[in-house]
């Protein structure tokens, strides 16, 4: 929760202390609307210097990816990139790539990723463009991104379709579902129909399905009256 820092400014022929105080609200693992759990075989892999971006270099901003996905999704502190790939048989063909960053206008520039529930599989990659081999690289059925706006987290999971993820709006804490504004960048369009958006690509497409509900102090799902709905307020926004 929270976290104090003091320290000593010396100016002569003055002494000032300093303190500042790191806060963050508390965490909590919501129950799921539909009693889905986590597909066993999707998992969320730590980046221990194995992966390169398309011009060789290491991107070590990229925090977890990953595999046996429809699109690699590879996920940074606070931004999520969907990577679609048209992969020709042919050697004589061009493959392509095409890369959808899922940007949250105006979050936490300060917030970052953590994984939870570790699973028991592990990766090893002996690479010839790293000098080392990587080994043991865990894979985790959750990833959390504390207080991503003031008062509402980010928790991605996974069900048998594939990614799924919740933005949990802590009211006591401030948290405002309106701050969530979410910018597609290198999308070709985006559409709502209900309280579904489609994200387009020139590769293919994803749904995003919304839901809302309430969960009491004791962990209990509350239903609501209402149903959500995507609202456009911008090009790809």
Not at 42 to 54: A, M, R, S, T
Not at 196 to 218: D, M
Request: charged letters at 15%; hydrophobic letters at 35%.
């Amino acid at each position: 929760g929270r976290l104090f820092i003091t320290g000593l400014s010396f100016s002569t022929p003055a002494v000032n202390i300093i303190t500042i105080r790191y806060d963050q609200t508390p965490v909590y693992t919501v129950p799921d609307l539909q009693n889905e759990v986590p597909a066993s075989n999707f998992h969320f892999y730590e980046n221990k210097g194995q992966l390169i971006d398309v011009n060789g270099n290491v991107i070590p901003g990229i925090k977890y990816y990953t595999e046996n996905t429809p699109q690699k999704l590879y996920f940074s502190d606070t931004t999520l990139s969907y990577v679609f790939a048209r992969v020709d048989t042919l050697a004589a063909t061009i493959d392509t790539l095409h890369r959808v960053d899922m940007i949250l206008n105006n979050s936490n520039e300060h917030a970052t990723i953590n994984s939870n529930e570790a699973g028991t599989d592990r990766l090893n990659y002996f690479l010839g463009y790293i000098p080392n081999p990587v080994t043991d690289v865990r894979g985790f059925k959750q990833l959390t991104i504390p207080d991503i706006y003031n008062g509402i987290d980010l928790q991605y999971t996974s069900n048998q379709n594939g990614l799924k993820y919740y933005f949990v709006v802590k009211q006591p804490f401030g948290g405002n579902p309106r701050d969530i504004e979410i910018f597609y960048a290198g999308a070709t369009s985006i559409t709502t129909a209900a309280n579904t958006l489609t994200v387009n690509t020139p590769l293919g497409s994803f749904n995003l399905e919304a839901h809302a509900y309430q969960v009491n102090p004791v962990g209990n799902i509350i239903p609501l009256s209402w149903n959500p709905a995507y609202n456009v307020v911008g090009t790809n926004t």
